[in-house]
């Protein structure tokens, strides 16, 4: 595939291998073009060997790949040398040696790659979270199923399904703040290709359809048999939800309005945060005063808030996340259908023939002056041309 790059120079730098998966990295040729003095660099198709953990290697540049049909994100690329040739691999898997002398600046990693070999990085570029979440769910959806058929797993699933959609909620959040949309990595076209991530966004989309749904299947079990499904009569989400999404905008809507009336310091600091706590805390307090009501109980309603908030915002990321993957791969797909219909469309029909006699068929498309065409697409052309024809004679 063609990969559109932007290049930044760096001069010769040493960098250790430190793999984020495996043991191993993948090392390609590289392809360099010079324009107008400037030097710009793609990845090869081409596999030339691996790089191991502990291996220590010369960057010389970098580069970011995006290819023709990406839509979103790019993968970083160290220039390396090997051998007085240049090859290239993925920045993520190098570190900024200390074998390099005092005073020489990294200029190859992003603040990306120096974050995914911190400690935090190391957790969310490995897949043990996200099945973590996974599980988390399963269990929910397990202690749904059990609480329905008996009253002792029940008294135990009340506070065991909250915890458990808490911790998974709270998985996600802390890993979209590390990682930020990169913590959707492990279903990446750019890294797994097109069905290697259909394959993950599936039971991705699965789980987080399960998530939002989550908090409906736990009402029956917190609320018990007197509960009929009444949406009114259920935990109150919605105006918490309402303001939450509408806190952000309120907040820049609030700036804009101080700009323009040319209020500054403590007065614009004031109605901002005035205007972002009351759109927050109106549909919060709303969603408070409603569960305090239907669990009879102030500390419950309370709690109740409390979680209804979290799963919220774990809902918001999750849904957010699948988005942007689903958003990737639905481009492709409409670009690779438009050329596939173009194809069948402007293509002639093939020939097929029979057995007996050896006679050849073919479909025939005439236009306005009855002349035969091969193809649907040549006669819509024609036809065309006879319409401006017909046209330039009224004129």
């Known amino acids: 595939m063609l990969l559109l790059l932007y290049v930044v120079a760096a001069s010769a730098q040493k960098y250790d291998v430190k793999c984020l998966r495996g043991d191993s990295v993948a090392v390609y040729d590289v392809v360099e073009t010079i324009r107008s003095e400037n030097t710009y660099y793609s990845k090869g198709e081409k596999l030339m060997f691996y790089l191991h953990d502990g291996e220590q290697v010369e960057a010389v540049d970098k580069f970011y790949d995006k290819g023709v049909i990406d839509t979103g994100g790019s993968i970083g690329y160290a220039v390396i040398l090997r051998d007085g040739k240049k090859y290239c691999t993925l920045s993520e898997n190098l570190v900024f040696s200390k074998d390099n002398p005092e005073g020489v600046e990294d200029k190859v990693l992003t603040k990306s790659d120096e974050l995914a070999h911190t400690i935090q990085g190391r957790i969310f570029y490995s897949i043990i979270p996200y099945i973590i979440i996974a599980l988390l769910f399963l269990g929910v959806m397990v202690l749904n199923i059990l609480a329905m058929r008996s009253n002792k797993i029940r008294s135990m699933a009340v506070i065991a399904i ?148 979290v799963y919220i915002l774990g809902c918001i990321v999750a849904v957010w996340g699948l988005i942007i993957v689903i958003f990737k791969l639905i481009i492709q797909i409409l670009i690779i259908g438009g050329i596939i219909c173009f194809i069948l469309y402007a293509m002639p029909a093939p020939s097929s023939g029979g057995g007996g006699g050896g006679t050849t068929y073919r479909t025939v498309y005439y236009d306005e002056d009855n002349k035969a065409h091969d193809s649907a697409y040549a006669c819509d052309k024609a036809n065309e041309e006879i319409a401006k024809r017909e046209a330039g004679k009224h004129n």
Do not use: H
């Not at 996600?172 to 290709?193: H, P, Q, T």
């Not at 917190?222 to 806190?247: N, R």
């Open 162 to 309: 909250p915890v458990c959609i808490m911790l998974g909620t709270l998985i996600e959040i802390w890993a979209y703040s590390v990682l930020g949309s990169d913590c959707f990595w492990w279903c990446d076209k750019n890294r797994y290709g097109f069905f290697g991530s259909l394959l993950r966004i599936i039971p991705f989309g699965l789980i987080v359809f399960y998530q939002v749904m989550s908090i409906k299947f736990y009402e029956p079990v917190i609320l018990g048999e007197a509960f009929d499904g009444d949406v009114q009569d259920g935990i109150s989400v919605k105006p918490a939800l309402i303001s939450m999404l509408a806190a952000f905008p309120v907040l820049i809507a609030s700036a804009l309005i101080c700009e323009f009336l040319g209020l500054g310091g403590w007065v614009e600091t004031l109605l901002i945060l005035v205007s972002f706590l009351l759109a927050l805390g109106i549909g919060v307090f709303l969603s408070l005063k409603r569960n305090i009501e239907l669990m009879k109980s102030k500390k419950w309603g309370l709690l109740l808030t409390l979680f209804t908030i």
